[in-house]
């Protein structure tokens, strides 16, 4: 049983560069959550897709954008890349509703030069 | 929205001894609480959680409680061992909100041996 799966495990950008990120979620799994986490803090929710559309977001700006594809896949892309961007960004994914037990993956460790 | 605090932000404690991590919440819909440990550079792991229309929960060495009227949940686990060390995260989920689940900012959990 394939857990949640991201990639890459480490990326390099310098400031005003663009990423994606990617993230399959765990079979059986319809839901995926994004979330940044920086060195010794929680996570912070990013944004949630489900049936392949934005259901909930968080307090981060237009620069951050999602999708997910029929496959229950998602990606994150970060615009105009901010030295506070560098972070890890986790992957959680889910079944149904938003309060159900969300599993994450090993995240993409995203350093801003 | 959401929001939860944790303490203590480290908690030591002797090999078989107990330990209690508190949380607060102040979103009084909130309706699912889980917790996870996140050992170093991996992956948070969901290990227990609870929901509103229950006072407490248990699995082997770990238990949960909730108190409604306080807005407060609690971590316990009993008979430490050495790879209990980790950060745990509280976090809240509030039902029909826009923010995802909402996580505290952790307990470094040292067991000393």
């Known amino acids: 049983d394939a857990g949640v799966t991201q990639s890459p495990t480490h990326l390099i950008k310098t400031r005003g560069q663009q990423v994606t990120l990617r993230c399959s979620p765990k079979?059986?799994?319809?839901?995926v959550s994004w979330y940044q986490q920086a060195l010794g803090q929680g996570p912070q929710f990013i944004f949630q897709y489900y049936e392949e559309e934005e259901r909930q977001r968080g307090n981060f700006p237009d620069r951050f954008s999602g999708h997910q594809f029929p496959n229950y896949s998602s990606e994150l892309n970060v615009n105009a890349l901010l030295l506070g961007d560098s972070a890890l960004y986790l992957c959680?994914?889910?079944?149904?509703?938003?309060?159900?037990?969300?599993?994450f993956g090993d995240g993409t460790r995203l350093s801003i030069l | 929205g959401e929001n939860v605090e944790q303490h203590p932000s480290t908690l030591s404690v002797q090999e078989g001894d107990s330990a209690v991590i508190k949380c607060t919440y102040s979103?009084?819909?909130?309706?699912?609480f889980p917790w996870y440990k996140q050992e170093l550079g991996k992956r948070p792991q969901l290990i227990i959680d609870i929901r509103s229309n229950v006072g407490e929960k248990k699995d082997q060495r770990i238990a949960v409680t909730l108190n409604k009227t306080a807005k407060h949940f609690s971590l316990h686990i009993t008979e430490t061992q050495p790879e209990d060390s980790a950060v745990y995260f509280c976090?809240?989920?509030?039902?029909?909100?826009?923010?995802?689940?909402?996580f505290g900012k952790g307990t470094h959990l040292i067991i000393q041996p």
């Open positions: 976090a809240g989920y509030s039902g029909g909100g826009a923010d995802g689940l909402t």
């Open positions: 079979s059986g799994h319809d839901t």
């Open positions: 959680a994914s889910s079944f149904g509703d938003s309060n159900q037990p969300q599993h």
């Open positions: 979103d009084s819909a909130s309706n699912y």
